[in-house]
């Protein structure tokens, strides 16, 4: 995301907390660059750009413990995606989707309702595998 944040982010001129959670932040961004297009690393990449990209309160609050100011580390982000450091593929989003799915399948109880859930399932795992691997970059920035 850029050397001057990078050199922020390590800077050892910072309390012990700070850096704490300057881990915590810098574990999120990792999560949002890392290529792969497995099912587990997607998984992670979308929840951390979701997790980046909110309002939420534990973002801000990470970012506040870190020495930085929320706002700042999205433009700095959603930079890194204008620039291509940050990429994500259709199969990102389909594994994410699935994941959803299957949740929604693992906790139902009813028969006819977990039939329909695993149906949905299905389909999912099979426009997983239909998927394109072309990452892309721009279009994330207003999800």
């Known amino acids: 995301m850029g050397t001057s ?3 922020q982010l390590l800077s050892t001129d910072v ?7 300057r881990g ?6 990792e999560d949002a660059g890392q290529k ?5 690393p997607s998984i992670y990449k ?18 506040y413990y870190a020495g930085f100011e929320p706002e700042h580390v999205k ?5 890194a995606i204008m620039d291509g450091h940050i990429q994500f593929s259709p199969r990102n989003f389909a ?13 139902c109880r009813e028969s006819e309702s977990k039939k329909y859930h695993r149906k949905h399932l299905e389909h999912l795992r099979h426009a ?7 990452f892309i970059s721009n279009l994330v920035t207003a999800i």
């Not at 915590?24 to 961004?29: E, G, R």
């Open 46 to 63: 979308c929840e951390a750009h979701a997790w980046i990209m909110s309002n939420v309160t534990d973002f801000h609050t990470v970012c």
């Open 15 to 21: 309390e012990p907390e700070e850096k704490l959670w």
């Open 24 to 29: 915590v932040l810098c574990n999120a961004i």
């Open 95 to 107: 594994w994410k989707k699935y994941s959803e799915q299957f949740i929604k399948y693992r906790n």
């Open 5 to 7: 944040f990078a050199a």
């Open 128 to 134: 997983v595998d239909l998927c394109t691997t072309i």
């Open 36 to 40: 792969s297009q497995e099912r587990k």
């Open 75 to 79: 433009e700095k982000y959603k930079k």
